[in-house]
């Protein structure tokens, strides 16, 4: 089974670029999805309120992101622990529900002899440890004035902007070269990332 994982920061482009890989038949799998359905868990919600308390729990007793987020992402001590807390609850289940995925995928019954491919969109793919699920990755890279006009796009401030590239930074790797490592330019147009990964399919996949 091909299983491709996506590296790179938050607005390098990894959505765009996993879309692309879908329109060739690739199955793929949104770890924030997961996360947000793995919050949505009532066991969850209560360890995350037993945790960090009622502030980050809404009037209709789901978690409320935008104050965790408030709470795990920032410069400090606190925010590292609150961050590693929040992981140390969420990273198993997701990774769980991805292996569930692929497990999935790969009992298949494809016709036509072809292989089954997977998309991982995960954004601490290397930082959480689940590059080893992947049989490829792709590091997806943009020019950063290009990325911060995306995040700002969103509405995002510059102190939540650096607070999630700060969160990304913590120890982060960057995979090995070779020939399983590709990258892909995503600074440009739609169609300017589109073909180089349709190179990176064909040369992976064969066809």
């Keep these: ?19 692309r890989f879908a329109e060739h038949g690739a199955t793929v799998v949104d770890a924030d999805r997961h996360a947000h359905e793995v919050l949505a868990d009532p066991e969850v919600t209560a360890a995350i309120a037993a945790r960090f308390g009622s502030g980050v729990i809404d ?7 935008a104050a965790l987020a408030a709470r795990v992402f920032g410069g400090t001590p606190a925010h590292d622990a609150d961050r590693a807390a929040l992981e140390a609850l969420v990273h198993p289940r997701v990774r769980q529900r991805l292996q569930g995925v692929l497990a999935d995928e790969a009992a298949r019954n494809l016709s036509g002899g072809r292989r089954p491919s997977v998309v991982l969109d995960v954004p601490l793919l290397v930082q959480a440890g689940w590059s080893d699920l992947c049989t490829h990755l792709v590091v997806v890279e943009c020019e950063e004035s290009v990325r911060r006009l995306r995040l700002a796009a969103r509405g995002w401030s510059a102190e ?11 120890g982060y790797r ?3 070269a070779g020939a399983t490592t590709w990258s892909v330019d995503a600074s440009g147009d739609p169609a300017y990332t589109a073909g180089q990964v349709d190179r990176i399919w064909q040369a992976i996949s064969g066809r």
Excluded: N, Y
Excluded at 1 to 19: E, P, W
Excluded at 59 to 65: N, Y
Excluded at 160 to 170: G, K, M, N, S
């Design 174 to 176: 960057p995979p090995p």
């Design 160 to 170: 939540q902007i650096a607070a999630r590239d700060r969160a990304w930074e913590r």
């Design 1 to 19: 089974m091909i299983i491709i994982g996506l590296v790179g920061r938050i607005g390098a482009g990894k959505s765009t670029v996993a879309r």
């Design 59 to 65: 009037a209709q007793g789901r978690v409320d992101r």
